[in-house]
């Protein structure tokens, strides 16, 4: 089972950063994406979204292997700032499981 | 095994913290492109590589180890090798097998770019030794501790000599310095530009007419964050050259994949692949931007295309 993470849940809701309230999960994003991964970066702001860090865990290598190159963004009709949320990610899996700052 | 992600992260996090640059290269190494030209130290106004074009040729020479490494049972000394970084610097002797003509060929794109701002009368100086690296990489994988930290020893280095006004060279120092400082400095105003902006401002002229076809990269940086698009265009315009846009250019263009290449070699050669091909469906004569764009686009056309930096066909024009 799946469990919600209450630790990521709240360092999402205090980050000024990470944002993916607007997105409407249409798929563009993933759709030009030049890495073509499924997870990148829908799937993986919706789990963020509920707190499944263990899901998040799992998609370590996604989270670093996004170019930060920004096709998505540009593309994205909500206007999620797409870089700056994998950005988070990255940097709380740096503090949290890699212990790095 | 893929490269381990941790390990290689503490050694960029480690090497800023302690040596000021991801990948430290010596003073001599950082500033060799500059003899001869008489740049004033400092200056209101200053030139700034922020060591990217210096430091292709050590990535490049150590990218070449690191695939090797993938899929290899050796990965598992990463951790071990991080903590022996710490003590010496490992990845300075890595550098040190960076080519002689590699070297030469990238500084010689600063030379140009150094000479092209003096041909359109720009008044500068550089900081030689004291220049920083600008933290881009530590940024973007998101160790916000050590690139805090880094981003006011930079501010501070700018305060001391009084710096106003910062011309850069690279999409990735442009974009650190423009947009992502002033949200980890407060106060931060400097005025930076990058050097194609402040060339298609200028008045220069060019001195031959350049009739080359050219397929021409954009980089995702600049075209994406900082809104260079059109200068460079604009520049080669005035030359005549034939600019190629392939089908993804501009705001829309396709990363080179180059930002994979320290932790995901693989995947980074299969991005430049897919983007050298829709570039040589454009042309088989292209030009970057970046000296990231450049290296990785190289090696994935292997010669099977002429991939240039855009201060070459820049230098030919406008007579330097
Ligand atoms: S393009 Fe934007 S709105 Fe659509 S799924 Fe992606 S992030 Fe959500
Ligand atoms: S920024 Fe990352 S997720 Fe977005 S298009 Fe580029 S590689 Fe894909």
Redesign the pocket.
């Known amino acids: 089972m799946n469990r919600v993470s209450s630790k990521m849940a709240l360092a999402v809701k205090c980050s000024d950063t990470f944002n993916a309230d607007a997105c409407m999960h249409c798929g563009v994003?993933t759709a030009?994406?030049?890495?073509g991964y499924e997870i990148?970066?829908r799937k993986l702001f919706r789990y963020v979204q509920i707190g499944l860090e263990d899901k998040v865990k799992e998609n370590i290598s996604s989270i670093y292997s996004?170019?930060?190159?920004?096709?998505?963004?540009e593309n994205c009709p909500a206007e999620v700032n797409?870089?700056d949320n994998?950005r988070f990610l990255r940097k709380y899996i740096n503090e949290n499981e890699f212990n790095l700052s | 095994m893929p490269l381990p992600t941790k390990d290689i992260l503490g050694i960029l996090a480690d090497n800023l913290n302690k040596r000021k640059s991801v990948l430290p290269i010596s003073t001599a190494g950082a500033t060799r492109w500059a003899k001869g030209l008489e740049l004033p130290k400092g200056g209101k106004t200053i030139l700034y590589t922020g060591h990217l074009y210096q430091l292709i040729p050590v990535i490049d020479a150590m990218a070449g180890q690191m695939s090797r490494l993938e899929d290899s049972p050796l990965t598992k000394y990463f951790g071990l090798g991080r903590n022996v970084n710490k003590l010496i610097n490992m990845t300075f002797f890595m550098g040190m097998m960076a080519s002689k003509n590699t070297r030469k060929d990238y500084d010689h794109m600063l030379r140009n770019i150094a000479l092209l701002l003096k041909k359109a009368n720009v008044e500068f100086g550089y900081l030689y030794g004291e220049e920083l690296y600008s933290g881009a990489l530590v940024y973007d994988e998101g160790l916000d501790g050590a690139f805090a930290k880094h981003a006011q020893r930079v501010c501070d280095l700018f305060k001391k000599h009084g710096v106003e006004k910062v011309i850069t060279v690279d999409p990735h120092t442009t974009h650190t310095l423009r947009s992502v400082f002033p949200e980890y400095v407060k106060g931060f105003d400097l005025d930076v530009k990058s050097y194609l902006e402040v060339l298609a401002d200028s008045g220069i002229k060019p001195t031959t007419l350049i009739s080359d076809e050219l397929a021409l990269h954009d980089s995702c940086v600049y075209a994406r964050h900082e809104n260079v698009v059109e200068q460079p265009r604009e520049l080669l315009n005035r030359a005549g050259v034939k600019i190629k846009n392939p089908t993804l250019c501009g705001k829309n263009t396709h990363?080179c994949g180059g930002p994979l290449e320290s932790l995901f070699p693989s995947e980074s050669h299969r991005i430049a692949n897919n983007r050298a091909k829709q570039l040589k469906e454009a042309g088989d004569n292209i030009a970057t931007m970046c000296p990231i764009c450049l290296v990785s686009l190289r090696k994935a056309a292997n010669g099977s295309a002429q991939v240039s930096d855009l201060s070459d066909t820049l230098a030919r024009a406008y007579g330097v």
């Open positions: 994003c030009v994406c030049p890495m990148l970066p996004c170019l930060l190159c920004g096709m998505c963004a797409i870089a994998v | 990363c």
